[in-house]
C-alpha cells in the first residue's frame, strides 16, 4: 500500500509541475506591468527572511517572500500614498509608506522579544492583538505546525497548555479544553475557514481526517472555555478555528513526502498561482496510509463477572462478543448451571487485513478580487479516510467521509458565507456486533451440525473437563481449579483454530454486508447540513466598535431506516438558526478595553437560548506589554443527532433519541420491607401465568424530555511580557455545568408511553426478555439530562523564554478538577465523564543550530486518572512521551529535509480507556517549497 501511495503521489506531482510552468507564464504575461512593486525583505542581521507576508492595507491584496526573501506584488491601481505591511511571527511589524511604484524594495524587520505581536480573529471574530484577547487562547503558526511531528495534526496540540488530546487510533484524535474529554469532541466547535468539520450524521469531528492538508495551514487558533456568545451551540467548552493559506498570499508550488515505521507514507501537495491581479486559483491534495494502532487490553472489564486469569473466562475489555453460557444438562452436577464466558473475538481478529489507516483529501479554490477590500471565494473539497472510533463500541469507520462545498464574500467589514457538508458511512461497520453474530453463527453448513461457535465452545470446555476428571485420583475435589484449568486449555485452542479459519472469514465479510442490525453490524448513513452566515462591524462614534451577525443551519438526516426515525428515501427536517451581536470600547488611552456580547439561538427542537459575555481588559506599562482580562462567559451544547433522532433496532435493546420522553418501569427493585430485591413480572407457580408485581408503582421510572446543556464560567488571567524576554500567560477559571446529557435504560414503549399489563405479561417478549423486534415494548436505551449542576475548577500557565535564536524554552502546566459528581436523577446514576488528568505540563525547546539547521523538542507529561466512556470505565495510567524534530533546509533546491519522530521511548500509551497503545512514529520527510 505505501508503495501505491507514493506511485499515485509522484503522478500527482508531476502533473503539478508541469502545469505549474505555462500558468506561471501566462499569469505573469497578465500581471506585469508599471503598477509591480517588488523587493527583499531581511532581518535586523541583514539575512534574508523567506516566509514573510506583503500586504497593501486596508486590502486582501498580498504576497509572502521566497526562499531569497523576495517578494513581487501587483497593484491594480496605485494611488499614492500607498502602504505596505510586512510581518512574520517573531519580528515586528513594519509599515512602509509608498510614493511611487518600486521593483527594488529594501525593508528590514526587527526581531520582536516574543510573538505578542501576533493577531488572531477567533477569540472576537475579529482581528485583535493576541496580547489583548479577552479570553484564553492560543495561536499556532505555520512554523511551529511544521515541527509537529504527530501523524495527526490534532495530536501535537497536547503540547500547549490547557488543550487535551485523546487518540482513539492511528487518525481518530479529539481534542478538548477545560476537562470532559471524549472519544469524539462533542463539546468543542471544530471549524476550517469558519465552515464546520463536524459529520452531520453523528454530530462529531473525525479529528483532521476531512479537514484541510497540514501544507495548506495557515495557522490554527484555539479557544479555551464557553464561546457560544459568538459561536452558537456546541461551542461549550471551546473553539478550534484552522485558517488556510489565501491563494493570492502563498502563491508557488509546494508539496511534502514522509514516510517511516509502521508503514507510514504521508504525501500532501499544494499549487496556487495567480492568473491576473484579480484571480487565484489553489489546489490541494494529500493522501496517507499507516498500519493502524490497534486496541489489545484483555483485561476483565469493569462489568466482568470473572476475574482476569479466570479458568472460567472474564470478558476482556478489548475483546468482543465474550458470550457467557451454563451447562444446563443435570446429568453433569459438577457443572450443571455453572457460568463460563466464551472468549469472543480481539479486535486484531476482527480487523483482519483491514488494520491500515488511510485517507485522501482533495480541494480546489478559487478566489476573485471583485474590488481591492471585497473578495469572492469558491471551494470544493472531498476527504475520504478508514480509521477505528469509539462511542459505545469500537467502530471501524471505512471509506467514510464527507464532500463540502463553501462560497464566501469577504471584505475587511464583514462576510456572507454558505457552505454545505454531504456525509456518507461507506463499508463502515462496527466491532462488537460482528463479534456477537460471529460467535452465534452455525460452525456448519451441514443440517446434522446445529451448533455455533459459542456453544461447540461449550461442549468443548465440558468434554475436556470430564476427561480430565477422569484422570483425576478418586476423591479429588469437583470443580477443581486443574480441571477448569485445564478446560479453557484445551476449549481455547479449539476455538482458536476454528477463529482463523477460511469460514468464519466469509462469515465475517457477509455480517459486514449486512445493514440489518439484528443480524448485520454494517453502518450506514449520509446526511446533509446546509449552513449560511453573515457578519458586519460597525464604527459608531466615540470609539465604539459593534459587530453584529446572524446564521441559519439546517440538517437533512438520512439512513435508510437503519439508525435514524427516517424513512428510505423521507430525511429527517432539523433546523436551528441564531443572531449575535457585540460592543466594543476601549477607554482611558487604550489602556482599558471593555466588550460586551450576546446571542440569542432558536431551534426546532428545544427552546431559545441566550448566551452572553462580558470582559474587560486592562492593558499596563509604557507599551501596554501587561494585560490582565476579566471575563465571564456561558454557552450551551444541543443534543446531538443521534441523541435527538436515533431509532435503532438491536438484539438486545432499542436504542431512541429522546425528544418527547419516556414513561416505564425498571425491572428490578429492593422490597423496602425485606431489604430483598424483588422482579416487575414473574410466573405464577401455580398456574403458570405471567403476573405483574402488585407494588408496580414502585418500579415506575419516569425520563423528561432532553434539554440544553449549559455552562456558565467566571475566568481571570494575565499575559504579557516580563524581562523584555519571557512570553507569560496564565489564567484561572470557575465553571458550573447544568443538564448534562447521559444515557439510561429503561422497560418501556418505544413511543415513550407507560407499558400496559398486557404489554409487559406478553409471554414471547417476556421470555426473550423485552427483546422482540418490532414490539412495541422494549428495554430502551436513551438519553436524559441530569438537572444535578456540575462544577469544575481550573488553571493554566505557559511561558517561552525568548533566550536566544539558538535556544527558546517553553513550558507549560494545566490543572483541572471535577469539585462534585452529579447526584443520581430518579434511579439513574449518570456520570460526569469529566475524563481529565488532575495535573499535566510541557517543556519544549527548539531554535538554530546553524543557519539551515533547526530543532524542536518537547516533552509531555499526563497524570494517571479516571475516565468513563459510554464503552468502557477504567484507569488510565500515567504517561509521557517526547516528540522531537530535526530540519535542515537547503534554499539551493527549495527543499527542506525533516526527521521527527513521535512518543520517542516507544512508551505505548494508552490514552483512553479501552483505547489502542500509541508508540514511536518515526519518519524521513522532504518538504518543498517553489515561489
Avoid at 537 to 564: N, V, W
Avoid at 676 to 690: H, I, K, S, Y
Wanted: hydrophobic letters at 35%; aromatic letters at 12%; proline letters at 5%.
Amino acid at each position: 500500500m505505501p508503495y501505491a501511495c507514493l506511485l499515485l503521489f509522484t503522478r500527482l506531482f508531476l502533473l503539478a509541475l508541469t502545469l505549474a510552468l505555462p500558468l506561471k507564464v501566462w499569469a505573469q504575461a497578465r500581471v506585469a506591468g508599471p503598477e509591480t512593486l517588488a523587493g527583499t525583505i531581511f532581518t535586523g542581521s541583514g539575512v534574508e527572511l523567506p516566509g514573510a507576508t506583503v500586504f497593501l492595507k486596508g486590502t486582501f491584496i498580498g504576497t509572502s517572500t521566497n526562499a531569497e526573501g523576495r517578494f513581487s506584488l501587483q497593484v491594480p491601481q496605485f494611488n499614492p500614498p500607498v502602504t505596505l505591511v510586512v510581518s512574520f511571527m517573531g519580528y515586528i511589524t513594519k509599515e512602509v509608506e509608498l510614493s511611487a511604484p518600486s521593483m527594488e524594495l529594501s525593508i528590514t524587520l526587527e526581531p520582536s522579544p516574543s510573538a505578542l505581536n501576533e493577531v488572531v480573529v477567533a477569540a472576537s471574530r475579529v482581528e485583535e492583538a493576541i496580547l489583548r484577547a479577552p479570553v484564553t487562547i492560543e495561536k499556532v503558526s505555520r512554523q511551529q505546525l511544521e515541527k509537529i511531528a504527530t501523524p495527526e495534526i490534532l495530536g501535537g496540540l497536547g503540547q500547549f497548555k490547557g488543550i487535551d488530546v485523546n487518540s482513539a487510533s492511528m487518525l481518530f484524535t479529539s481534542v478538548s479544553t477545560r476537562g470532559f474529554n471524549t472519544a469524539k469532541s462533542e463539546r468543542i466547535v471544530q471549524l476550517f475557514d469558519y465552515a464546520d468539520m463536524q459529520l452531520p450524521s453523528l454530530s462529531l469531528s473525525p479529528g483532521n481526517m476531512v479537514g484541510i492538508p497540514e501544507l495548506d495551514m495557515e495557522s490554527i487558533e484555539i479557544v479555551h472555555g464557553p464561546a457560544s456568545a459568538l459561536y452558537g451551540s456546541n461551542a461549550l467548552n471551546g473553539v478550534v478555528l484552522f485558517n488556510s493559506k489565501d491563494p493570492f498570499t502563498y502563491t508557488g508550488l509546494s508539496a511534502r513526502l514522509r514516510g517511516g515505521q509502521r508503514d507510514y507514507f504521508d504525501g500532501q501537495l499544494r499549487y496556487a498561482v495567480r492568473l491576473s491581479p484579480k484571480v487565484a486559483l489553489k489546489f490541494n491534495g494529500s493522501l496517507l496510509s499507516a498500519k493502524e494502532w490497534i486496541a489489545d487490553d484483555y483485561s476483565a472489564s469493569s462489568n466482568s463477572r470473572f476475574p482476569t486469569g479466570s479458568p472460567r473466562g472474564w470478558d476482556a475489555i478489548n475483546r468482543y462478543g465474550d458470550i457467557i453460557l451454563a451447562d444446563n444438562n443435570p446429568a453433569n452436577p459438577e457443572l450443571y448451571r455453572f457460568g463460563v464466558q466464551v472468549p469472543g473475538f480481539t479486535e486484531r481478529e476482527l480487523l483482519a487485513n483491514d488494520d491500515h489507516t488511510r485517507s485522501y483529501r482533495v480541494m480546489g479554490t478559487l478566489a476573485y478580487l471583485i474590488r481591492d477590500d471585497l473578495k469572492l471565494t469558491v471551494e470544493a473539497k472531498r476527504a475520504v479516510a478508514t480509521s477505528t472510533y469509539q462511542n459505545f463500541s469500537r467502530f471501524r469507520l471505512r471509506d467514510f467521509g464527507t464532500n463540502q462545498f463553501r462560497a464566501e464574500l469577504k471584505n475587511s467589514r464583514g462576510f456572507l458565507r454558505v457552505y454545505s457538508t454531504q456525509d456518507f458511512s461507506g463499508q463502515s461497520y462496527e466491532l462488537e456486533s460482528l463479534a456477537g453474530f460471529l460467535a452465534t453463527s452455525r460452525i456448519s453448513d451441514d443440517p446434522s451440525i446445529r451448533f455455533n461457535y459459542a456453544e461447540q465452545y461449550m461442549n468443548d470446555y465440558i468434554n475436556a473437563y470430564y476427561q480430565f476428571r477422569q484422570n483425576q485420583p478418586s476423591g479429588s475435589q469437583p470443580q477443581n481449579q486443574e480441571a477448569l484449568a485445564a478446560a479453557r486449555a484445551v476449549a481455547d485452542a479449539q476455538w482458536q483454530q476454528r477463529a482463523g479459519s477460511a469460514r468464519i472469514q466469509q462469515q465475517r465479510e457477509s455480517i459486514i454486508a449486512n445493514d440489518v442490525l439484528r443480524t448485520g453490524s454494517r453502518i450506514r448513513f449520509g446526511s446533509f447540513m446546509y449552513d449560511a452566515s453573515l457578519q458586519y462591524r460597525f464604527a459608531l462614534p466615540f470609539e465604539l466598535d459593534l459587530t453584529t451577525g446572524g446564521a441559519y443551519r439546517e440538517y437533512r438526516l438520512g439512513s435508510e431506516g437503519r439508525y435514524f426515525s427516517d424513512t428510505p428515501g423521507n430525511r429527517i427536517r432539523n433546523y436551528e438558526y441564531g443572531a449575535y451581536a457585540q460592543l466594543t470600547k476601549p477607554l482611558l488611552d487604550q489602556h482599558l478595553k471593555l466588550a460586551v456580547a450576546g446571542r440569542v439561538d432558536n431551534f426546532q427542537n428545544f427552546d431559545a437560548a441566550f448566551s452572553p459575555r462580558a470582559s474587560a481588559v486592562v492593558s499596563l506599562g509604557a507599551k501596554r506589554q501587561h494585560n490582565f482580562r476579566l471575563n465571564y462567559s456561558s454557552a450551551f451544547r444541543a443534543p446531538s443527532a443521534p441523541e435527538q433522532y436515533y431509532a435503532i433496532d438491536l438484539p438486545r435493546y432499542f436504542v431512541s433519541g429522546n425528544l418527547t420522553g419516556f414513561r416505564g418501569y425498571s425491572f428490578l427493585n429492593v422490597d423496602p420491607a425485606t431489604g430483598r430485591p424483588e422482579v416487575l413480572v414473574a410466573r405464577n407457580p401455580m398456574t403458570g401465568q405471567l403476573t405483574v408485581n402488585p407494588r408496580s408503582p414502585a418500579f415506575e421510572q419516569a425520563i423528561d424530555p432532553l434539554r440544553l446543556e449549559r455552562v456558565g464560567t467566571f475566568e481571570i488571567g494575565y499575559r504579557g511580557m516580563l524581562f523584555d524576554k519571557l512570553d507569560f500567560d496564565g489564567s484561572l477559571y470557575w465553571s458550573r455545568y447544568n443538564d448534562f446529557v447521559g444515557a439510561t435504560n429503561i422497560l418501556s414503549n418505544v413511543d415513550g408511553s407507560r407499558p400496559t399489563t398486557q404489554q409487559l405479561t406478553d409471554e414471547q417478549n417476556y421470555q426473550s426478555g423485552y427483546t422482540v423486534s418490532g414490539s412495541r415494548t422494549r428495554f430502551v436505551y436513551a438519553w436524559v439530562n441530569n438537572p444535578a449542576p456540575v462544577d469544575t475548577r481550573g488553571a493554566t500557565v505557559g511561558a517561552v523564554y525568548y533566550w536566544m535564536k539558538q535556544l527558546n524554552i517553553s513550558a507549560n502546566y494545566t490543572y483541572s478538577q471535577l469539585t462534585n459528581e452529579p447526584r443520581p436523577y430518579g434511579a439513574f446514576n449518570l456520570s460526569s465523564f469529566f475524563n481529565t488528568p488532575t495535573h499535566k505540563y510541557n517543556v519544549g525547546a527548539n531554535g538554530l543550530l546553524a543557519r539551515n539547521l533547526s530543532y524542536s523538542a518537547n516533552y509531555r507529561w499526563v497524570e494517571g486518572h479516571f475516565q468513563e466512556m459510554p464503552f468502557a470505565n477504567g484507569n488510565v495510567k500515567t504517561y509521557s512521551t517526547i516528540d522531537a524534530q530535526l530540519d535542515y533546509s537547503v534554499p539551493r533546491y527549495k527543499s527542506t529535509l525533516q526527521l521527527g519522530v513521535s512518543n520517542l521511548l516507544d512508551g505505548n500509551n494508552v490514552q483512553i480507556v479501552a483505547g489502542p497503545k500509541i508508540g514511536r512514529l518515526a519518519f524521513l520527510g522532504l518538504l518543498v517549497d517553489v515561489k
